[in-house]
């Protein structure tokens, strides 16, 4: 079966660093996406990655490692906006999105 | 960028009652649709496909008489809830993509669709 795997829930500091994992197993593979969302509102693109390493956009940068069937996204310069949810979704074979449970970030001041 | 518009925002409505929800892309020619259904605390859960011109493909578990589906055109694609129970209640949305996504193109969400049967 598909399988996307990410924390339930983080918490971080206001002006902190915080790195939310993801891993996948999918039937092939057509890039991953992170996608950002408020709650009772929709998911915003964030980033894409298809090739391996470190994509980097402002104060977010994700990471992809096709071999382990892994990625990451990291938040610098955390801000009270950015308390969300941060959703992974890798798109399969037939480019399918398989969407990962989201993981709920919490920022502290 | 592309832009998706979905209306409504938000429905209160009596049970019994069938709604329609209406997904439009703005500025692009959206060959595939999708609907999402999302609980509270819960993530995205994808309902069906549809492209234009066919019969939408519905994940297994949705019931496809209760959730009706048209794309009529490149540009709109409906959902309607018949007979709406208490148990539909939720947030729905739809997102749209120009072609298999050669590339970097991600879907493109519309703001969401509340869902409230009394």
């Known amino acids: 079966g598909q399988n996307i795997d990410q924390p339930t829930e983080m918490t971080a500091t206001e002006g902190a660093i915080v790195q939310i994992n993801c891993t996948y197993q999918?039937?092939?593979?057509?890039?991953l996406f992170w996608y950002q969302q408020h709650a009772g509102e929709a998911p915003t693109f964030l980033s894409y990655?298809?090739l391996d390493g470190l994509e980097e956009k402002g104060r977010f940068s994700s990471f992809l490692s096709r071999s382990k069937g892994y990625s990451y996204l990291l938040l610098k310069e955390l801000q009270m906006k950015d308390s969300a949810s941060y959703l992974c979704a890798v798109k399969d074979s037939n480019y399918q999105l398989i969407w990962g449970a989201g993981t709920k970030l919490i920022i502290k001041p | 960028g592309a832009v998706v518009s979905q209306h409504p925002s938000w429905v209160i409505c009596k049970s019994g009652t069938s709604v329609k929800i209406e997904c439009r892309s703005l500025?692009?020619?959206?060959?595939?649709m999708f609907w999402y259904r999302q609980f509270p605390k819960q993530s995205l859960m994808l309902m069906a496909t549809?492209?234009?011109?066919?019969?939408?493909?519905?994940e297994q578990g949705v019931e496809k008489d209760k959730f009706l589906i048209n794309h009529a055109s490149l540009t709109l694609s409906t959902l309607t809830v018949t007979s709406a129970h208490p148990e539909d209640s939720s947030f729905y949305i739809c997102?749209?993509?120009?072609?298999?996504?050669?590339?970097?193109?991600?879907?493109?969400f519309g703001d969401g669709t509340r869902l409230s049967i009394l």
């Open positions: 999918t039937s092939g593979f057509n890039g």
């Open positions: 500025d692009f020619q959206a060959t595939t």
């Open positions: 549809s492209n234009e011109g066919s019969k939408a493909t519905y």
């Open positions: 997102s749209a993509r120009v072609d298999r996504e050669v590339g970097n193109q991600p879907q493109h």
């Open positions: 990655n298809v």
